[in-house]
């Protein structure tokens, strides 16, 4: 295994992947204890908040917004339905699947976006609230350069077949 070195590898605590990561999960844990309080996973949460904020939605545009993929996301709509918490919207194109909060899950996003907000106000005043917008703007801008690259080449050498082992 060819080593690398030392001078051109970045520190770890310099890797934007677990910086991102890290900053993620330190800011998770505070607003965590409003979610599980009613019996919600994080994902769960996800679309909610997407629906309370947008409307009726379809499938794909919930899994864009939410960062979830499709068959997670199947998995969620069943569960929030099953509570009672979305149901399913009619629409004219039987390829999409449009999902709305039901009134249970308008006051259950209201419940927990009160909680949120206190939260919320708590890591803006300790970070700085111009330095909260800052940062806030400053990841959309780096989602938004990232998605413009074009996808990563890699240098890995194609594999070789497996071979057929005797039985």
């Known amino acids: ?10 520190r770890f605590d310099q890797s934007l992947p677990i910086a991102l990561l890290r900053a993620r999960e330190a800011s ?9 309080r009613h019996d919600l996973t994080m994902p769960q949460w996800r ?5 309370a904020d947008a409307g009726p939605l379809d499938a794909k545009t919930v899994a864009e917004r939410c960062v979830i993929l499709p068959p997670s996301l199947t998995r969620i709509f069943r569960a929030l339905t099953a509570r009672g918490l979305t149901r399913s919207v009619d629409t004219s194109d039987a390829r999409r699947h449009m999902l709305e909060l039901t009134q249970a899950g308008r006051q259950l996003f209201e419940d927990v976006i009160t909680a949120s907000e206190a939260t919320y106000d708590e ?7 111009d330095r909260m917008q800052s940062l806030l703007d400053l990841l959309n801008d780096l989602r938004d350069t990232v998605e413009t690259l074009p996808p990563p080449q890699l240098d890995i050498p194609a594999a ?3 071979r057929k082992t005797a039985r």
Do not use: E, N
């Open 1 to 10: 295994m060819a080593q690398t070195s030392r001078t051109t590898l970045r």
């Open 160 to 162: 070789a077949p497996a």
């Open 123 to 129: 890591l803006a005043a300790a970070f700085g609230h």
């Open 28 to 36: 998770t844990r505070h607003f965590k204890p409003h979610i599980d």
């Open 47 to 51: 679309v909610i908040r997407a629906l």
